[in-house]
């Protein structure tokens, strides 16, 4: 409907309603309201139902639209059908969160920001669900829920760690992988200036495929036109008080304004044989890859191109899912934390938006079976039907698989050129094809336990090294200016100090100590206990809990 046509106030049902919207149904003159005032009755109850669970994470958010452009071609490593032909473009959406804070939360405070993109492809959706750090807090799934129940309210007094910061320090120094993203969270970019203005990162390693069957390791780097201009504590503190929806209406304005914030896309690639050397697990998502061993490739660009017109509509309601980055020629690493995430993600969708969020317009793919679609080389469809809301049931397509003619799929192998290269059909039944597989999957395997053995021992439990203390020190000695050591210690102490038990206390300035002596005991100092240095053994005894070794 354009602005300019004329609106009438109606029922949800499209008739005109004639009577005030504000006036409801008496049984007499100064009686009661009725059951029969329909109008009344489907107002307040779509009222009632006006809140769909928040995401329990990245509930705080703002996006935009967005178009890709591919200026360099990744044909040599992928058969991903939009990373081929240089020049390719479509339109996406994207949407930047905080992590912890509940969807009415302050945007300037020091988190992660979640740094969402789908591609709207004639070849399906394709998701990079980013963040604008390069690494995370640990690299295990399943610490994930605890990590983050110490980001929420206390379970008892439903108070934040600006109270007591107690929980998020025990988790941290219980967990010494968190160490390098600690580090970089307490820096100058922990808190952006500006949502536009910052990087994104996948983080975890992906693997692209291709038309040789060939793979390669990658990690994905969004770096903005901009630089990551930040905001100090003080500014940031005060924005937060006064104006909590700071970094959403700054976005919003800029790009009202007409300004179109840019953004270079580049990957970092890695074979199978350099990541058997790499001093790192590939999929250790607490480590980045040293620019200087894996420069940058670009290959695209990002920009922003307009603000939405609804924001439940089509920010709110957007899904994402790291499942959705591993279209055709990308396949998943074996990174614990992204698989968890592929699991989680659709999950959380399902439990927020439903079973059928794909059909809703913001998520739905623009060659599904049944929707209009300008540049779709071929409809897609499946045999998932039926369930609330839906919006698209694939009209008479046979909701099992057919051998009736014009209503059975096809089965498509989009690894040549043209992506239609129709190799496989269904299930493989040739020997010469098994016996590949098979050869396939045993090299596969011992790759995969040269990688393994990377990671300490059963690193969900425990399991830190030297190697994770490395990296954070490279970040805090030779990235950080001597200014910005400064405002990170400043910062440390700021949050641990309203730690109530020193014990606690006296561990955060040696889990900072293990990274550098120095920086521990400044810590120590600010504060105000005793600096009892300790070696890694030493601080694996004191916290209780066994070292990798
Ligand atoms: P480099 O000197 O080549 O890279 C340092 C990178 O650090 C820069 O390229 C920049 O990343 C990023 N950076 C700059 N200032 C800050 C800051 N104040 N806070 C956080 N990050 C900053 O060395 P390496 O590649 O060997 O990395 C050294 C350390 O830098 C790593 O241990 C890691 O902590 C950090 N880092 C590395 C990244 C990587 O992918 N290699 C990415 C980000 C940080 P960018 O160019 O992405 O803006």
């Not at 300004?259 to 999929?283: D, L």
């Not at 969900?460 to 090294?465: E, F, H, L, R």
């Amino acid at each position: 409907m354009s602005d300019q046509q004329k609106k009438v106030y109606a029922l949800s049902n499209g008739f005109a309603y004639s009577h005030h919207p504000g006036a409801s149904l008496l049984s007499r003159p100064d009686g009661s309201i009725t059951l029969q005032d329909f109008h009344l009755v489907e107002n307040i109850a779509h009222f009632d139902r006006e809140r769909i669970p928040e995401r329990v994470v990245h509930a705080k958010a703002a996006g935009c639209k967005f178009e890709f452009e591919l200026t360099d071609s990744l044909s040599d490593i992928t058969f991903a059908a939009p990373y081929q032909k240089v020049g390719y473009k479509c339109p996406g959406m994207i949407r930047i969160s905080t992590v912890a804070g509940s969807s009415g939360s302050a945007d300037t405070v020091r988190d992660p920001r979640g740094f969402s993109f789908k591609f709207y492809t004639e070849w399906g959706n394709h998701d990079w669900v980013f963040n604008n750090t390069p690494v995370f807090f640990i690299r295990d799934g399943l610490k994930f829920p605890q990590f983050i129940h110490t980001q929420k309210k206390d379970p008892q007094n439903h108070a934040d760690g600006a109270e007591d910061s107690s929980r998020s320090w025990d988790f941290f120094t219980q967990n010494l992988e968190t160490l390098h993203q600690v580090v970089y969270l307490h820096g100058p970019r922990g808190i952006p200036k500006s949502l536009s203005d910052m990087n994104a990162y996948s983080g975890h390693t992906f693997k692209m495929i291709n038309d040789k069957g060939e793979l390669t390791y990658v990690n994905f780097h969004v770096k903005s036109d901009k630089g990551f201009p930040t905001l100090s504590n003080d500014e940031a503190s005060k924005l937060a008080g006064t104006r909590p929806d700071y970094s959403t209406i700054e976005l919003f304005n800029k790009i009202k304004e007409g300004k179109k914030p840019g953004f270079t896309c580049y990957i970092q690639t890695m074979t199978p044989e350099q990541a058997e050397k790499f001093r790192y697990s590939v999929n250790d998502l607490t480590k980045v890859w040293p620019h200087k061993e894996f420069p940058l490739r670009k290959f695209g660009r990002i920009t922003m191109t307009g603000n939405v017109d609804n924001y439940f509509q089509e920010i709110e309601q957007l899904a994402f899912s790291p499942s959705n980055t591993c279209i055709p020629g990308i396949q998943p690493s074996n990174d614990n934390v992204l698989q968890t995430r592929i699991f989680s993600y659709p999950d959380t969708q399902r439990y927020r938006l439903g079973a059928n969020f794909n059909q809703l317009d913001v998520n739905r793919p623009k060659n599904l079976n049944g929707t209009a679609a300008s540049r779709c080389p071929y409809a897609a469809s499946n045999f998932q039907r039926d369930g609330a809301s839906t919006l698209y049931n694939q009209g008479a397509m046979p909701n099992y698989i057919s051998g009736q003619p014009n209503a059975s799929l096809e089965y498509k192998d989009l690894t040549s050129e043209d992506f239609f290269k129709n190799k496989y059909k269904g299930a493989v039944t040739e020997e010469s094809l098994k016996k590949y597989i098979l050869e396939q999957e045993s090299a596969r395997a011992a790759h995969d336990a040269v990688i393994n053995a990377k990671l300490p021992g059963y690193y969900s439990v425990s399991g830190a090294s030297e190697l994770d203390l490395e990296q954070p020190r490279a970040l805090y000695e030779n990235v950080f200016t001597e200014q910005q050591r400064k405002d990170f210690i400043d910062t440390v102490v700021g949050s641990a100090s309203n730690i109530p038990n020193p014990k606690l206390k006296t561990t955060v300035s040696q889990y900072f100590g293990l990274l550098n002596a120095d920086l521990g005991k400044s810590i120590a100092e600010g504060l105000g206990i005793e600096w009892v240095p300790v070696d890694l053994e030493g601080y694996f005894d004191s916290i209780g809990r066994a070292s990798a070794k």
